[in-house]
């Protein structure tokens, strides 16, 4: 078994999942989001993002992490903020030594619904399917748990292909 942190980034809300992966089943462990308020400076709303993903890997233990590309492209202030927390996002878990992939959103659908072009509702509903008994904290953290989905089914498709490639 392996266990996936997956995050969906995030300056008010970081979503979080955690998952544990073995030979293609899948279990849920939990979820969350890290919040902040906006109302907070910037330093300090990232010093408590990356505090929180501090805490919830000394506490969870993951064995590797899985980070969704963000992208807004109508407000050039609040693309500079995301991509400052997804910074932090990526950091804290590299900090603690994990592996960290990155997917984009697309990416993300197609491996837990089946399309690209999938919206939230379809997302969360193959999210609810996937890890049946998963309560869902919020939206953020089922895309959290949907990115790790996501890894965790690219990481089996190298896995069989190394596996392949080294009999050959």
Known sequence: MIRILGLDPGLTHTGWGLIEAARGRLVHVANGAISTKADTPLAERLSAIYRGLDALIMEL????????????????????????????VLLAPAMAGLVVAEYQAMEVKRAVVGTGHADKIQVQDMVKRLLPGARLARADAADALAIAICHAHHRESRAVLAKAMAQA
């Open 61 to 88: 233990r993951p064995d590797e992490a899985a980070v969704e590309h963000t992208y807004v492209n109508k407000n050039p202030a609040a693309a500079l903020k995301l991509g400052q927390a997804r910074g932090v």
